[in-house]
Each structure stands twice: as C-alpha cells, then as structure tokens.
C-alpha cells in the first residue's frame, strides 16, 4: 500500500478531533445515565457541586455521575478551545473553514454548558434536556465530520444524490432519537405503560421506529451501487446495519421490561450516538490526496492510538 504522508499540523489536528469524538460520546452516554439514574439534581448548584470542585462526604453514585458529566464537557470545550487556537496557529497550512468551524462548536460547547445550567437551575424541564441533547448531537455529528476531513480530505466518496440520502439517514436518526427522550423526560413511557395514560407519544416514537431503520438500511443497500466504494468502506456499512438491529432490539426489550432496566435504555441511547457517529463520518469522508476512497493517512506512527 502506498504510504501518503499528510500535512503534520492537519494529521494532529484530526488525531485530536478523533478522541474527541469518543469524549463526546461518552458526554451524551453519561448524560443518558444521569438521566435514568435520576441523578440531573444530584448537584444542586451549578458549575460547581455542593460549592467545590470536587464533592467530597456527599460523592455516592448520583453525584458521581453528574459531577463527572460536568468533567467531560468542561475537557471537551477546552479541548475545543485548543483546537480552535491551534487552527488559527496553523492557518497557512490548514482549510479555510476550518478556524470558522472550530469556533462555532467552542460556541457550540459554551451553550451547551448554558443549557445544562438551565437544566439544573430550573429543575430538569423535558424541553430544554431534549434541546441540551440535541446540542450534543449536533456535536458528535460536526465533530465527526470534522475528523474524516481531516483525516481523508478531498472530494466525498459519494455522489451528491447517495450523500443526500445519507445526510437524510443522519438527521432522521437524530430525531428519532430527540423523539425518544422526550418520551422519556417527560415520563411519557412510564406513565402509559403502567397506567395507560399519554400514550401518544409512546406511540409515535415506535411508529417512526420502522420506517427510519428502513430509511438507514436502504443508505446502505443503495451504497452498493457505488461498488467501489462499498467495498472500501465495508467495515462503515457493517457497523451501521449491527448498530440498527441493536437499536431496534434495544427499544422492544426497553418497553417490554418497563422501562425498568437502566442498562438497556443507557444502551439505546448509546447506540444512538454511535449511529449519529459513524453515519456522519462516512458522509464527510473524502477520496485522500491520491483520489481512492480507501485514501487514509499513514505515518511513521500507525501503530499509535488513534480512537474513533
């Protein structure tokens, strides 16, 4: 294989938006268990917990998790932080958009942190935890596509009409998934599953279930089209045809326990994070400096930890 070696500052760059990437998966994971823990008052002030830094005679499971919540968005926006002023350092040998980009999602970041405050402050309203996650998808989806084009720059790996179709993919399954957590910030599950009552919610976020895992499948099958391209990216395709079936298994075994088992809606929420993820990441993908689909960039180090 032909060894391309990349810009430094841009490989850099790229390992460091792939980790954060994790990191912000991690974010919305965690926000999920704080969630379903009901821990989202376990510290009740805000940016601090129980007025210090690190919660000491009051840390139990609760706190833990919403203190350490708070961790990783605070590592996440520095990161972003750092990444923004490296950008503008490095700007004669960087893209153009990308200092733009990377002070939008520091914006980003520092509404999020307005947001969660809210959440806190105002005693954890259904609409604004489905705005703080919304947020946080829409960062794990940027930030994504961020790193493939750091990584794989160049023209996309699709046709404009295959990427449409992807980006719709992309934005049906953030909304599904906005959908199910209101269903469940606002206790819609809880409620129409054990007393009958406000099931319509419940009802359209399983209808919608159908036809969006069917929407995501078919990105996958139509991709076949693209032979070439399907073949280099097989390992893409794969994962987001398991991430689907997971999904779906995830929601049905989710309502026919209650709603009961934390493990399994941590995991449903998880996986739709995932699915945001990888589904972003194949659509900003680009063809490399040497125009194969299959480009990625090799280095010296490429046994060196890259996540993501």
């Known amino acids: 294989m032909q060894i391309i070696y990349p810009p430094k500052p841009r490989f850099r760059l790229g390992q460091l938006a792939a980790h954060v990437v994790v990191a912000l998966i991690a974010l919305v994971v965690i926000g999920g268990a704080t969630r379903v823990m009901e821990a989202g008052l376990a510290c009740p002030d805000w940016p601090l917990c129980y007025g210090s830094f690190l919660p000491g005679r009051q840390m139990n499971l609760q706190v833990f998790l919403e203190w350490f919540h708070r961790l990783d968005a605070f590592f ?9 002023v490296l950008s503008l350092y490095w700007l004669k040998s960087l893209p153009k958009w990308l200092p733009w980009t990377y002070g939008f999602l520091t914006l980003l970041v520092a509404f999020q942190g307005f947001l969660g405050a809210l959440t806190v402050l105002h005693l954890l309203p259904s609409l604004l935890v489905v705005a703080h996650l919304a947020v946080a998808f829409t960062l794990v989806a940027v930030m994504s596509g ?7 720059p160049g023209k996309s790996i699709f046709p404009a009409w295959l990427r449409s179709l992807g980006f719709l993919s992309l934005f049906s399954v953030i909304g599904q998934s906005l959908l199910g957590s209101r269903v469940a910030t606002s206790w819609a599950a809880h409620r129409c599953l054990n007393f009958g009552d406000s099931c319509n919610l419940l009802n359209l976020h399983r209808s919608t279930a159908l036809p969006v895992s069917i929407l995501v499948i078919s990105f996958v099958i139509i991709s076949f089209v693209q032979r070439d391209t399907f073949v280099d990216q097989w390992p893409y395709f794969l994962t ?5 079936v997971l999904q779906i298994f995830l929601g049905v075994f989710s309502i026919q326990f209650r709603m009961s088992e934390p493990v399994l809606v941590i995991g449903h929420q998880l996986v739709a994070c995932l699915l945001v993820a990888v589904i972003s990441a194949l659509n900003f993908k680009g063809r490399g400096l040497d125009g194969s689909s299959q480009s990625l960039f090799l280095t010296k180090s490429t046994l060196e930890t890259c996540h993501g």
């Open 240 to 244: 987001i045809t398991i991430l689907i």
């Open 76 to 84: 996440v926006g520095i990161v972003l932080i750092i990444q923004f």
């Open 146 to 152: 961020v790193t493939q084009q750091l990584l794989n």
